[in-house]
């Protein structure tokens, strides 16, 4: 067993658990709202409900999916150890809906013009995963 410690002095990164059930319908082709219906705690359903919205120019849609999504990602982040700041990696898939929906809420408030919300969300973005920062733009 090896234990990896962490010579930075942070939280340790959170690993949200998998859920294959909503990547999977996903994946297969089923409606995100389906998905959503069925998995209404999955950031990843929600995540690809606001990034439809917001490809259909439908923003203010997309910023309602986008929150939800975060909100669930919060609940999940905190049931899982996460204490309100710390790393969250993209490289650790189940943790990409909540990573996803986040990047979703700071595209739709830039786009209605709530700076600071943009603002706030991009910083948490780059703070969680800088990946996903990088890799969702």
Known sequence: MTIH???LGGPPPTHLPDDPGPREALAAGTAPAEVAAQHPTS???WAQLADDAFERGSVVESYAYARTGY???LDALRRNGWKGHGPVPWEHEPNR???R???AL???AREIGEQEEYERCT???EDSSPTA???LG
């Open 43 to 45: 950031s990843l359903a």
């Open 101 to 103: 929906a986040l990047h």
């Open 123 to 125: 910083q948490f973005l």
């Open 5 to 7: 410690q962490n010579l």
């Open 71 to 73: 909100h669930r990602g």
């Open 133 to 135: 920062a990088q890799t």
């Open 106 to 108: 700071a595209r739709a």
């Open 97 to 99: 809906g909540f990573l």
